[in-house]
């Protein structure tokens, strides 16, 4: 444990805790009744509110339209499966600011809707809860989805025979074996959607703020840092809480699954009913997913002479983009790849290490750090970000002119998939193979390479590839210490859109589906990799 507390504590305490720090001291006076002044104010009081309710109604639509996903994915054997699975996980990897932009296409002035129908949903709380779960879908089916498809169908079958229907036999047996995986999956979509910034920022307009985006308006545009860091205290504190009583309801409700092997539970649709379901999926898929990707992909060849690859060409100019970047923006990419595979390396090593202390020992204390493991999720990236620029400036951290500033604050978002896609994978490793292997003379480390490698072999991999996407997309954090001469794609995209012309509007759309490509890329070759369903996603 002592390598994954001593980079939380640098890395993510220790910045959060100086942007609260300067904000709540006054000539070295701590000033706690600035909280009570700051959570007062009508202002704030509503940015709470539609904060809370927006991310609940988030989780409930994403559940409730994802879950159906999650069945079909485990338990139907169809051509095109895995491309499929890539392709709805492919939204969740894209930067918030393309999500917000792709919908706005679609939803906006001048948008889909707007020239078939003459409607326009942007700047209506309807805009916002549609990209949340456009970008939600695929942690409900791969968390859910992944135990769903381990779990004996033999169990509710045998229920039925006893005279149980179809639903009653889901509710009874199913769901409860279920609750665990469910419970995961609705504290990520509600983490993701509670401090959701560049989706708000971009649908919402001025009417709708969270409080990720307040924190950003209070630390960027007002340089108000007593209110932002009232803000992140109080959204700190709430996904504590969240956290905290997410562990104990799972607690609760682990039993002891009988887990078979997903190939065999899989099969061909059978029935009306059954195909009725896979195309309302597919049907789902398509509009919800694809749809705003299709039309990302259409606006980047929409050119000022018709179709064509000029917004593509303009890349390869610094001059193009009317002085928006010291280089070209195609180099970009490049920035984008190396950080990423660093920050990967980052993540796996930490997140790696973690997971393996949480498997060998129990207790309260190792309970809370499975949980702080978890808090960069939902602690604002923006305090993050803005943290590494006061208190990594000077030795022995002197780290604001080092490029590896970025890949520290993308591991950062990549620690926790790996111990969540690691931890479960981990603890089925029979400790008795491990006890044998050391009864034989082996060292505990040659029992890791010989006993646990192999069998996670596999569950590192998944673990690579999503620590690796989620980095390539990171950019609450990445917008404050990106330097100008290497921006990351999720940076170029937008600056790129808050610059008026349609020569940076097309460019951002033609960088925003390099970077959606890559990302499609590295997931089809994932799921190449992946024969099991193994860990939460």
């Known amino acids: ?40 104010r ?15 109604v988030s989780t409930v639509l994403t559940l409730l339209i994802a879950l159906p996903g999650a069945y079909v994915f485990a338990r139907f054997d169809f051509p095109g499966k895995q491309l499929l699975r890539a392709v709805v996980t492919v939204p969740f990897v894209l930067p918030t600011v393309v999500v917000g932009t792709a919908f706005l296409a679609l939803l906006g002035r001048g948008g889909l809707l707007d020239e078939l129908w003459g409607v326009r949903l942007d700047t209506t709380v309807w805009a ?10 695929a942690v409900v089916v791969r968390t859910v989805g992944g135990l769903w498809s381990q779990l004996d169908p033999r169990q509710e079958e045998a229920a039925r025979v006893l005279g149980a229907g ?52 209070q630390t960027a545009q007002l340089l108000a840092l007593p209110t932002a860091a009232v803000l992140t205290l109080t959204q700190f504190a709430a996904v504590g809480a969240i956290l905290a009583v997410h562990a104990w309801t799972v607690r609760r409700r682990e039993t002891a699954l009988k ?36 039309v990302l992909i259409e606006r980047s060849f929409d050119g000022p002479g018709g179709y064509g690859f000029a917004f593509y060409r303009a890349l390869g100019s610094a001059g193009a983009s009317g002085g928006t970047f010291l280089v070209p923006p195609l180099a970009a990419v490049g920035n984008s790849l190396r950080y990423a595979l660093v920050a990967t390396a980052i993540a796996l090593v930490v997140g790696g290490l973690a997971a393996a202390a949480l498997t060998r020992r129990a207790g309260r204390l190792v309970r809370g750090f499975d949980a702080l493991l978890m808090l960069p999720l939902g602690v604002s990236a923006v305090t993050v970000g803005f943290g590494f620029l006061i208190t990594l400036d000077k ?39 491990r006890e044998a292997a050391a009864v034989l003379g082996a060292s505990p480390l040659r029992a890791w390479r010989e006993v646990d490698l192999p069998l996670v072999r596999r569950a590192l991999l998944v673990a690579a590839g999503f620590a690796f996407a989620v980095s390539l997309g990171e950019f609450g954090a990445t917008v404050f210490i990106a330097r100008p001469d290497r921006p990351t794609l999720p940076v170029a995209v937008a600056r790129l859109l808050g610059r008026p012309g349609e020569l940076n509007y097309g460019q951002a759309m033609a960088l925003s589906t390099v970077l959606m490509v890559v990302c499609a890329v590295s997931l089809l070759a994932l799921e190449r990799i992946r024969t099991d369903r193994s860990g939460e996603f």
């Open 395 to 433: 030795p022995p951290l002197d780290l604001r002119a080092s490029w590896i500033l970025v890949p520290l604050a993308q591991a950062l978002v990549g620690v926790p998939f790996v111990v969540r896609t690691m931890l479960p994978v981990l603890r089925a490793v029979d400790g008795r193979l």
């Open 259 to 294: 887990l078979v092997d997903p190939a065999g539970t899989a099969s061909r649709p059978r029935g009306a009913g059954q195909w009725a379901l896979l195309g309302g999926v597919l049907a789902t898929v398509a509009v919800l997913i694809v749809l705003p990707l299709a």
């Open 166 to 217: 179809r639903l009653t036999a889901w509710w009874r047996v199913t769901l409860p074996a279920l609750a665990p995986a469910v419970a995961a999956a609705a504290l990520m979509v509600f983490l993701f959607t509670f401090t959701s910034f560049g989706v708000v920022q971009i649908l919402g307009g001025p009417a709708y703020s969270t409080l990720e985006v307040e924190i950003y308006r």
């Open 128 to 137: 916002i809860l549609l990209a949340h779960v456009f970008f939600n879908y």
């Open 1 to 40: 444990m002592a390598v994954p507390a001593a980079f939380f504590a640098v890395f993510f305490a220790y910045p959060v805790a100086a942007i609260l720090g300067r904000g709540l001291r006054s000539d070295g006076v701590w000033q706690f009744d600035r909280i009570g002044e700051v959570l007062s």
């Open 42 to 56: 009508p202002d704030i009081l509503g940015v709470l509110w539609f904060t809370t309710w927006q991310a609940l």
